[in-house]
């Protein structure tokens, strides 16, 4: 079992910054991909971004060259550092966790406003 809790949401203006961060505990050595997730109000989930166990990561389009994900594995934390945010970026932000043979563990979410 692993669990994750994201911390870092917020309200910020257009052009702005926040840092998300999502704490593991548990079974955090089975952890292969860790993921960004995110859903806006009446939209589909959206994969924001993945860093796998070896740091290779990936980005959405709508994100590339201004989210940056990270992995710092001694404090058992991942991050995503957001920048130049746009109002359509609004929206819950979840990490996952996926686990080989168990499947996706998923965060409680946090809540990303960003203000035009």
């Known amino acids: 079992q692993v669990q994750l809790v994201e911390s870092g949401g917020g309200l910020v203006q257009a052009g702005g910054s926040l840092r998300l961060s999502c704490a593991a505990s548990g079974s955090i050595g089975s952890i292969n991909v860790m993921e960004w997730y995110r859903q806006a109000p009446g939209k589909q989930r959206e994969l924001v971004a993945t860093i796998a166990s070896g740091g290779s990561t990936n980005y959405a389009d709508s994100v590339k060259g201004r989210f940056t994900i990270s992995r710092d594995n001694a404090r058992n934390t991942m991050y995503l550092q957001m920048n130049s945010l746009k109002p359509e970026d609004t929206a819950v932000y979840y990490c996952?966790?996926?686990?080989?043979?168990?499947?996706?563990?998923w965060g409680q979410g946090t809540q990303v406003t960003v203000s035009s």
């Open positions: 996952t966790a996926l686990v080989p043979f168990q499947g996706r563990y």
